[in-house]
């Protein structure tokens, strides 16, 4: 190829990524995950905390204009799953990946050419939202079989101290050796 020919490839694909940049699936997916803490931008965008996004507009986004979106999509469809929708059986990969990150697998599968690797990090980030727990974080309900006389000093102990009965149990774990 000549170097004209090359010079023309590359203007019309800065012109794509330009018009690209302006679509709204591209705006509405970067400013819901700016917002949320997974991702920053260099660019003034309006920020959508609370915004519920197609998860073929976010795949489109990650795919055409800001490859990183396809890195932290996996992690945010974990930690915050209500804001996406989708039908499952068109997203069989996704899930998969998903169901690996909730279940804290060291090895899983790629997402979109992202190995397992990069994504597994953005599932244990802190974000903006102190409410949203990472994976690490996340409290898992247990059942236990205690007996009545256990029960009465672990609730007397609870109200001593201005504690639930789970804090109760977990400062005693921790001070065990």
């Known amino acids: 190829m000549n170097q004209q020919k090359i010079l023309e490839l590359i203007k019309k694909k800065a012109a794509r990524d330009r ?31 609370n915004q519920r996004l197609d998860l073929r507009d976010a795949l489109w986004a990650g795919e055409n204009v800001e490859p990183r979106i396809l890195e932290v999509l996996p992690a945010a469809v974990l930690r915050l799953e209500k804001h996406f929708y989708f039908a499952p059986l068109e997203h069989p990969r996704l899930l998969a990946v998903v169901r690996q990150l909730r279940e804290r697998h060291e090895k899983g599968d790629a997402f979109l050419g992202v190995p397992y690797e990069k994504l597994k990090v953005w ?5 903006r939202d102190g409410r949203v727990k990472s994976t690490a974080m996340k409290k898992r309900v247990r059942t236990f079989r205690l007996t009545p006389e256990t029960l009465e000093k672990l609730n007397a102990q609870a109200r001593k101290r201005g504690l639930s009965q789970t804090q109760v149990i977990e400062k005693l774990i921790k001070l065990a050796p």
Do not use: I, Q, S
């Open 123 to 127: 599932a244990d980030l802190p974000l």
């Open 19 to 49: 018009r690209n940049r302006k679509d709204r699936r591209f705006l509405d997916t970067m400013g819901f995950l700016v917002a949320k803490g997974f991702l920053r931008a260099n660019f003034d965008l309006p920020y959508l905390p």
